[in-house]
């Protein structure tokens, strides 16, 4: 069964620490592999996407890594701020012929304490 | 539009009540999905959309689920004779074919 896990469910950490989020995903026959923030009550807000030819993309102080051999990706969070604080979901696409959909972790609460 | 618009934001109804939910995607996206997500979880998936045609509905978790994208744009979900555990939050996304997800704000739904 395809599955994607993160750990820890929850993390908290002092304001400007670099800090990483994990994600593991069962099968290595992956098309893409989104992050993605959610804060309470709305919506999911993108943050990176790594096309499975990729090792890594940056969006300024984020950086996502993909290991497709060892199921893994990592959320690179780089002197972190309060702002920062919300849920951060990893998501892949498989790449099953006819496949579209997007499977979810539980994602992983991050609190930023001041 | 600008993002993905979805409407209501709230929705209470009472047990054995009809609901129906909009998505307004990403002008000239052709991908549109469904997610549900309890609390506490991450989205689980619905069904999805190329244009008008549902091309994956393998998620819906009843036959009182609907969901419809008549003219390839708009997307309503229905969801027939509401139950307590249909009480979520239900998501909308929008993409170009195999691209980067966008999503809207959601609709709560509550089902007393």
Redesign the interface.
Known sequence: KQE?TQIPAALSVPEGENLVLNCSFTDSAI??L?W?RQDP??????LL?IQSSQREQTSGRLNASLDKSSGRSTLYIAASQPGDSATY?C?V?WSNF??????????TRLTIIP | GAG?S?SPRYKVAKRGQDVALRCDPISGHV?L?W?QQAL??????LT?F?NEAQ??KS?LPSDRFFAERPEGSVSTLKIQRTQQEDSAVY?C?SSL??????????S?LTVL
Request: net charge negative.
């Open positions: 994607v098309y893409n989104q993605f009550g709305k919506g999911l807000t993108s996407l979901l998501a696409r006819g496949n579209e959909k997007l499977t979810f972790g539980t994602g | 993905v979805q991908s999905f997610y506490g979880q991450g989205p689980e998936f999805y190329q091309l994956d998620g998501l996304a074919v195999a691209g980067e997800l966008f999503f809207g704000e959601g709560r």
